[in-house]
């Protein structure tokens, strides 16, 4: 109990908008970890891991590289949003992976960071759902072409292939660990779930 007390009181202090995410202390890491699910972006001035886990999904971690004010986002794009935008040749920033992308920037400057001191890790899109048309491979064709439009700086990436990806990224030294996974049940469904309230 006290030890929980005491690694709560040391917790980083939150930016505001971001209470919602769970953070806590992990012993084996030895450090906070904000805990970042499909759908979310979490931005930091502090030393704390962020982790999450990514199938077709892409996570981009983005930070300030003279700052170390970072973050990381979560998101996918539904094949049926995509075909009516394709249809109606709407802009790239009017795509939900673009709001993700830009939500997370923005945030970043926001609390410091410049524009110019940007780097950019992409993780993800993997193939891990069938008969899902290749959702993974859109999500990478689409990050790619939105870091290009807007000249980012992509320092790193482990994308494609077959498996889900464990992301653990540390904004303040721009450290990151990716451990492929088994295509596991729980991680399928999560992002079916997901696909289906975006549609929704």
Known sequence: MLINQKTESLQPKVLPGYEHIKRYWDCHHNNFVAKILPGECYVTRHDEILITVVGSCVSACIRDSVSGIGGMNHFMLPDVILDKWKQRKVCAASRYGSFAMECLIHEILKYGGYWENLEVKLFGGGCIIENMMNIGQK????????LQAESLTLLA????????????????????????????????????????????
């Open 139 to 146: 999500n990478i064709d689409f990050v790619k072409a939105y």
């Open 157 to 200: 990436e482990d994308l494609g292939d077959i498996y889900p990806r464990k992301i653990l990224f540390s904004p303040v030294n721009g450290r990151v660990r990716v451990k492929k996974l088994r295509a596991q049940q729980q991680i399928i469904e999560c992002e079916s779930a997901y696909q289906r309230s975006l549609e929704t």
